[in-house]
């Protein structure tokens, strides 16, 4: 089974996302964590948030097993980007883009045992 989380709007840019991205996709989340949290990276910590939301999503709305969870996609889009203007010499001004992140992270994982969902009879059977 598959979960989600998405942050849209981040204000990193796609590609320096993209880098620390790189290095945690198809990893379990265990080992995503750690490698996130040693990563000397502005994008680390932003990525650590959402791989966390994913896995909160997994554990408690879907009833996934923590220890079996993958980050199995992890999408880093372009966002909208804010644009400003610098000021230049001779009175000009020169345009550059702020640019922002819509980051995706998709967990594949196992059921936990106990909280495989019996089938409930329904009325016509207790009677």
């Given at each position: 089974?598959?979960?989600?989380?998405i942050a849209k709007s981040v204000r990193i840019s796609?590609?320096?996302?993209?880098?620390?991205?790189?290095?945690?996709?198809?990893?379990?989340?265990?080992?995503?964590?750690?490698?996130?949290?040693?990563?000397?990276?502005?994008?680390?910590?932003?990525?650590?948030?959402?791989?966390?939301?994913?896995?909160?999503?997994?554990?408690?709305?879907?009833?996934?097993?923590?220890?079996?969870?993958?980050?199995?996609?992890?999408?880093?889009?372009?966002?909208?980007?804010?644009?400003?203007?610098?000021?230049?010499?001779?009175?000009?001004?020169?345009?550059?883009?702020?640019?922002?992140?819509?980051?995706?992270?998709?967990?594949?994982?196992?059921?936990?045992?106990?909280?495989?969902?019996?089938?409930?009879?329904?009325?016509?059977?207790?009677?």
């Amino acid at each position: 089974m598959s979960v989600q989380a998405i942050a849209k709007s981040v204000r990193i840019s796609p590609r320096k996302a993209g880098l620390v991205a790189s290095l945690v996709r198809g990893r379990s989340v265990s080992d995503a964590l750690i490698i996130l949290d040693h990563t000397p990276k502005k994008g680390a910590p932003i990525i650590k948030k959402v791989v966390e939301s994913a896995r909160a999503n997994a554990t408690n709305n879907h009833g996934l097993d923590e220890t079996s969870l993958i980050v199995s996609e992890l999408i880093v889009g372009q966002g909208p980007a804010m644009k400003r203007f610098q000021p230049a010499a001779f009175g000009r001004a020169r345009p550059y883009k702020r640019r922002t992140s819509h980051i995706k992270v998709v967990l594949d994982g196992r059921l936990k045992a106990s909280s495989a969902k019996k089938a409930k009879p329904t009325k016509t059977e207790k009677a």
